[in-house]
C-alpha cells in the first residue's frame, strides 16, 4: 500500500526555520519524483518545490525561492522541505507529492499520482 506521511509542521515564529519530512512507504524513493505544495486557507494549492527521481532536477516557487531546501534521503524513503526565514504568508498546509512519470508542468497537483495528508505550518508571532 502506498503511503505518503508528512510531519514536521507546527508554529514558529517569523524568521525562524522548519523542517518538513515526508516519509514514503510501499514503494522506492528513487523511482518517483516529488513534489511538495502549499494551501492556506480560502486559497487554492499552490507548487512549493520538486526534485527528480534523480535528485538532479529541483525547481522553486519564486515565493521560496533562495530560503528553502528540497532534499531526499533514498536510505530513509523519505523527502524533506528545509524553510528559513519564515514569513507569515507560508502559513498553510504543506502536502507531499509522488508521480512515477515525467510532468510537463511540476506545479499542477493534478499531475501527480499520490498525496500525503498534509502537515500545518503557522508563522505568527
Known amino acids: 500500500q502506498v503511503q505518503l506521511v508528512e510531519s514536521g509542521g507546527g508554529l514558529v515564529q517569523p524568521g525562524g526555520s522548519l523542517r518538513l519530512s515526508c516519509a514514503a512507504s510501499?514503494?522506492?524513493?528513487?523511482?518517483?519524483?516529488f513534489a511538495w505544495f502549499r494551501q492556506a486557507p480560502g486559497k487554492e494549492r499552490e507548487e512549493v518545490s520538486y526534485?527528480?527521481?534523480?535528485?538532479?532536477?529541483?525547481y522553486y516557487a519564486d515565493s521560496v525561492r533562495g530560503r528553502s531546501t528540497i532534499s531526499r534521503d533514498n536510505v530513509k524513503n523519505t523527502v524533506y522541505l528545509q524553510i528559513n526565514s519564515l514569513k507569515p504568508e507560508d502559513t498553510a498546509v504543506y502536502y507531499c507529492a509522488a508521480v512515477w512519470g515525467n510532468l510537463h508542468d511540476w506545479g499542477i497537483p493534478d499531475g501527480y499520482d499520490y498525496w500525503g495528508q498534509g502537515t500545518q505550518v503557522t508563522v505568527s508571532s
Open positions: 510501499g514503494f522506492t524513493l528513487d523511482e518517483y519524483h
Open positions: 526534485t527528480s527521481k534523480t535528485d538532479d532536477t529541483t
